[in-house]
């Protein structure tokens, strides 16, 4: 059973910093793009952002220069850098994991983030 464990959300200040890490297990993390997407209360969950196996890196435009999301494939980890957060960006933040042959889906139970002071 393939687990994806996310861990370092909580409550920040405007303005201050978080990092997110996603423990993936039972995979073969070169063949997963590795995402993260959050959901506010009340709305759709959302792509934050996403990379891939080979490294290719997208954001949503509304972290652009703020979130930078990276991998350490030996550790199956996938990371998020949230800088300069803003009370918008609480959420509760997931991780996921896709096959990029089979497509094949997989998420975390959700790490919560706070901004608000």
């Known amino acids: 059973q393939v687990q994806l464990v996310e861990s370092g959300g909580g409550l920040v200040q405007p303005g201050g910093s978080l990092r997110l890490s996603c423990a993936a297990s039972?995979?073969?993390?070169?063949?997963?793009?590795m995402s993260w997407y959050r959901q506010a209360s009340g709305k759709q969950r959302e792509l934050v952002a996403l990379?891939?196996?080979?490294?290719?890196?997208n954001y949503a435009d509304s972290v652009k220069g703020r979130f930078t999301i990276s991998r350490a494939s030996a550790k199956s980890t996938v990371y998020l850098q949230m800088n300069s957060l803003k009370p918008e960006d609480t959420a509760v933040y997931y991780c996921n994991a896709r096959n990029d042959y089979t497509k094949n889906n997989y998420w975390g139970q959700g790490t919560q983030v706070t901004v608000s002071s």
């Open positions: 039972r995979i073969t993390f070169s063949r997963y793009t």
């Open positions: 990379i891939t196996g080979g490294g290719i890196i």
